[in-house]
């Protein structure tokens, strides 16, 4: 029998389709719907076997409908259920923005509480796929600035399951964004469910020069950069915020008041981004007076993704380019 606290390496599709598992094996009310998530398991194969082992009426396949497929999991949530939807990519959510936005977000509060949406929808962003313009956005800005929605962006294996079972748990909805780079990474992840808070931001790495802020798979980007830093005698911090909305940002702002640089770090395109809003935190608090130098975003290019490789690449944030801006903000202080 494992321990309490026992861990294995498994994919970070792997730690999400476990999660789904064992939520749906301790309520009968958790079950899943979207497109091709049954018996071929899946665009990108998240849900597996889940199929075989729940069946037909707890792993729904749905026609290729985003707005009557979030229709439908509102309703459920309404009834009682605990939906969890999986959208193909996530720019197909542009065709349920008003069941997202203008129902699942706000009916507690026009309800007045009395009734809430425990919906979770999950849909993978990004790119580096070769799925060019329409399947490559990374619109986690566009959720985040919804009041009534939860969003959460996945770094690791381990937090891809903890926060999906705590995004299970939360009795209004949860948007989860999975990067399709990081479906196949592996990394430690208990075998129990274990549940990772909702708006907790995680410290990955301590560093005494610079804090590098940054989300989805820019976080292995910037461990990657990190290391290559050090060995110019440049030690950096790497912050994950994990939830988006609500933001934990006490410990960014306190890494930044200590290191005294900050390089904010996406894939999405720097215009009105996430990373603004982190900046404005950092600037609207004493941290502010703390700075050494100015903050700095990396994002990526105000652009559609484009279809050619190289294009692409050039498109968003590579490890190359953090290390780049991080040493421009050493030398500018």
């Known amino acids: 029998m494992s321990s309490p606290t026992s861990t294995r390496t498994i994919t970070y599709s792997e730690a999400i389709r476990e999660g789904i598992g064992q939520a749906m094996e301790a309520d009968d009310s958790v079950f899943m719907l979207g497109e091709d998530i049954g018996v071929y398991g899946g ?136 990067h399709k780079l990081l479906y196949r990474t592996s990394g430690p992840v208990p075998e129990e469910a274990v549940r990772i808070p909702l708006g907790k931001t995680a410290v990955r790495r301590t560093g005494a020069d610079l804090s590098i802020v940054a989300t989805g798979v820019m976080v292995s980007r910037a461990l990657e950069a990190a290391e290559t830093l050090a060995a110019e005698g440049i030690e950096v911090s790497v912050i994950d915020p994990r939830t988006l909305s609500p933001l934990d940002d006490a410990p960014i702002l306190a890494d930044v008041a200590r290191t005294g640089r900050a390089l904010l770090v996406q894939e999405a395109p720097g215009h009105v981004g996430f990373m603004a809003e982190i ?55």
Not at 68 to 91: K, T, W
Not at 150 to 166: I, R
Not at 297 to 313: F, H, K, V
């Open 43 to 178: 665009a990108f194969g998240v849900s597996g076997d889940l199929y075989h082992r729940f069946g037909p009426e707890r792993i729904r396949d749905t026609p290729i409908s985003e707005l009557g497929i979030v229709g439908a999991a509102v309703g459920a949530a309404l009834a009682g259920m605990r939906p969890i939807v999986e959208i193909q990519f996530s720019d197909f959510t542009n065709q349920a923005m008003d069941q997202i936005v203008n129902q699942a977000a706000k009916i507690h509060f026009m309800l007045g509480g009395a009734a809430s949406v425990p919906m979770v929808l999950r849909a993978p962003l990004g790119s580096g796929t070769g799925a060019a313009a329409q399947h490559s956005q990374s619109l986690e800005a566009w959720f985040a600035h919804v009041p009534g929605l939860k969003v959460v962006m996945p770094a690791t294996a381990e937090d891809a399951k903890g926060l999906l079972l705590s995004a299970i748990d939360d009795p209004n909805p949860v948007i989860v964004l999975e």
């Open 279 to 333: 900046a404005a935190r950092i600037s609207e608090s004493p941290t502010l007076y703390r700075l050494l130098a100015p903050i700095k975003r990396l994002s990526g290019l105000n652009a559609p993704i484009p279809y050619a490789p190289q294009l692409e690449t050039a498109s968003v944030p590579q490890v190359d380019d953090i290390v780049e801006a991080a040493l421009t903000i050493m030398k500018e202080s």
